[in-house]
Structures are given as C-alpha cells and as structure tokens.
C-alpha cells in the first residue's frame, strides 16, 4: 500500500462527503497499517493492546478518537475527518494517548475528580498527567507548559492528575478569562468537553480495570514504557505482602484485655465452680486516622481500608476510622465494605496530636494505629502516645513533620503514584510500598 496515497483518497472522501458503504472498511485498514508498524517498533506494547481494541468510524464525535470501555473490552471510534489531518506520528501518538487513559484508570478517576473540582480542570489535569510522556503529540493537545504559561503555575511534571485538578481547579476559578490554547491553525478544542463521552459507557468500574488488566498483561511481552510497565508488574503481585505481612506480624502479639472462659476458673474466687476464668484477649483494635487534608484519593484510601477489613475479619478485630486535619471531625467504626464512608473535607492545618489524645483519653494502650498523611503537620507531639503500635503512611513526597514518631515510617513512592498515576488501585499500591525506617518506642 502507498500510504501517502491512500491517506489522500481518504481525505478527498471525507471532503466530499463521500459516504459509500467501503470507507469506514478503507479507513480502518489504514488504522490497521498504523498498528502493524507499532507493533515492529519500541511502540510495540501500543500496537498489540490495538489488536486487542473494537475500532468504528464516527463521524460525530467532536475529538479525533473517543475510546469508552465496553463489555467486552475497549471500543475505539475514529472521526476521519479530524483524524486524517494530522501525520502519521501524530497519529500514533494520539493512538497512544488513548491507551495511556485506560492505562492510568482515568475512567474511574474522573469521575470521583468531578465531584470535588471544575470540569475544566480535571479534564486538563487528566491530558496533562500523561501527554507529558507522549512523543509526537499534536500541538494542540494541552501540555503542561502551555497550563504554567496561562496560569502562571509550577506544575511539574510525573505528577498524579489529582494533584494538577486541585491546583488548576483554584487557578482556573482565579482567573476570569476562558482557556485558549495556541492550536496553530486546527480547530479549537473544546478542553471542558474533552471525557464527556466516557459517560456513556455502562460498565461498572470494576469491570473496566479488570478489562484494562487483562488487555494490558496480553500486551506486555516485558518492554513498554517504564511508567506503563510498573503499573502491569504491580497487577502480577499477589495479595499476601506489605500490609498483610506487617499486621498479621503485629496483631499476634498483641493483647486487647481478656475474655471469659469455662476452661481456667475464676481467680478471685477459685472454689466457685460457675463462675468464668479469664485469659488474654489477643485481639486488638485498629484505628485508621485519615489526613483529610492529605494528598492520597478517596479511592486509594477505601481500597486499603477494604485489605485492613480482609485482614482483620478471620481475627474479629474492631476498626475505627478517625478523620481528623486541625481537630477530629468525624469517628466512626467498620466492619465491612459498606460501613466505609466518603471522607469529608475541610480546610484545617494538618495536627496529629488530636488523635493521640483521643487515644489516651480512652486509655486505647493496644491500638494499632494507622495514620495517613502528607507528613506536614507538627514538630513535636502535645501528648506522649500511649500506645506502642503506630504504623505512619506517607502519601506526599515531604518526611514526617514529626521529630519522634514513635513508631513504623512507611512511604507511598511518588514516583508510582504520581508519575503513573497510582491510583490505578491497590495491586500497584501492593507493590510501591517501602519501608523507610522503624523508629523503636522508648
């Protein structure tokens, strides 16, 4: 095939309105010939998750290509006339920022994005978060430097699209005027309206990262970019790591009180043959303290709250969720998935002794607690914990503010979480996890 032929046939076709029933078949063997080449090159990845892609002509959609998961896998559509304006790197790399989408989760992202921010902003938050590792993407597709020109930011790169939502959603409500971005020529793209489509996919949010996973593992034959291949290596780790071996290590050990038994007698009064003994009661509380002004996603949160329910639940452990920024806000206890509730929000300074005292003044001396935070808060501690078992979770790429912590550092990596977009769930979450240093009580 002489591509540069073939590809002007088709231009001709569409200026002309030409709808015979063969075009929607020419045009996707030209798609065909785009994925063929991919799959020869260091593109390889792009090309036989394509293989794997639904693909249709549509002439209504208002972008180039509009990609929405399906029951079976990914429907990808084609406006030719948009599409065929650009070359064929271009092309490919409009190809690529589709499959980045699906790769990073942005389907189920966006939609807890919205409820929180402007739809401007998360729609460029999301285009932003990947076209930074895109070559070849056609100019008027929003990048990160065009963002920190309009708005005079600092947006940096390898960021999550939660963290350019929250920034942009105050620049964009600061500044009155409307987006515009230098197109060089092309149709203005309409950025608010970018994901609209996404809505009309049914699938659940389950069923399309387990699509993603499976398409993406068919994929991988070990070479894709680093950012993609480290989100496929975390769906191959296994469930039993990281935080089941660190509190099946603690819960053990631990004692919460006792519990009435008919097999040791009572110790005040031996010869009373009715009357229950006691033994340790090895099972103690968890409590999850949650930053509310922190940087981790409701859904990431949610996701290892329902490993800590999965762990403790053969170990009848009783959980409480602390939400707490400047004072405690709300306290509450789960048992199971439905008992987790969307966390609230406020605008406090970032303390933890609120929790601690919380702690002592319920004399909780067996707690095991789970603090997540963005690290930036207090020097020093207003009251010394009580309790031995403190597990902090840092989710921003500051240290813990706290000079003694009194307990386990455990770090979310950044380069994971932001630069592919971590929140892809908790099976790369699994996989991210370092153990930074122990502090011993003393």
Known sequence: MNYDAFKAELIKDCIELNTKSDFDKKFLSLIEVLVIEMMENEDAFFGSFMVQTKRNVDFTIEWPIVTIPVTDGFKMSFNPKSFLSY??????????????????????????????????????????????????????????????????????????????????????????????????????????????????????????????????????????????????????????????????????????????????????????????????????????????????????????????????????????????????????KIKSIKDIKKRKRNNGSTKFSPVFKYIKANNMRNVILIYFTDGVGEKELEVRPINKNNIWVLTGKEELSLSKPYGTIKRISKEVEEGTGGSTGLDMLRSTIDEIHVCKYN
Not at 108 to 116: A, F, K, N, V
Not at 217 to 246: F, H, R, V
Not at 247 to 260: D, E, F, N, W
């Open 87 to 332: 070359n064929k790197s271009e092309m490919k790399a409009l190809i690529k920022h589709e499959i980045y989408h699906i790769m990073f989760n942005h389907y189920e992202r966006e939609r807890d994005l919205r409820q929180r921010y402007d739809k401007l902003a998360v729609n460029i938050a999301l285009d932003i978060s990947i076209n930074q590792f895109i070559k070849n993407i056609p100019m008027e597709y929003t990048r990160i430097h065009n963002i920190n020109m309009k708005y005079n930011l600092d947006l940096k790169e390898n960021m999550s699209c939660e963290y350019y939502a929250e920034i942009l959603h105050k620049a964009i409500n600061d500044k009155k005027e409307p987006l515009k971005i230098d197109t060089k020529d092309k149709s203005e793209i309409n950025i608010k309206n970018a994901h609209d489509l996404w809505w009309q996919s049914s699938i659940s949010q389950e069923i399309s990262r387990n699509l993603a996973k499976t398409v993406a593992t068919n994929s991988y034959n070990g070479k894709a970019p680093d950012e993609i291949g480290k989100i496929i290596l975390g769906y191959e780790e296994k469930a039993e790591i990281s935080w089941q071996k660190l509190l099946k290590k603690m819960i053990p050990s631990l004692r919460a009180g006792t519990k009435s038994t008919i097999t040791r007698r009572n110790r005040r009064q031996p010869e009373r043959l009715d009357l229950k003994g006691e033994l340790p009661n090895n099972i103690p509380e968890i409590l999850v303290a949650i930053d509310i002004s922190a940087s981790m996603t409701d859904d990431e949160i949610n996701k290892i709250m329902i490993e800590i329910l999965e762990i403790s639940k053969s170990r009848g452990n009783v959980i409480t969720v602390i939400e707490c920024d400047d004072e405690i806000r709300r306290i509450y």
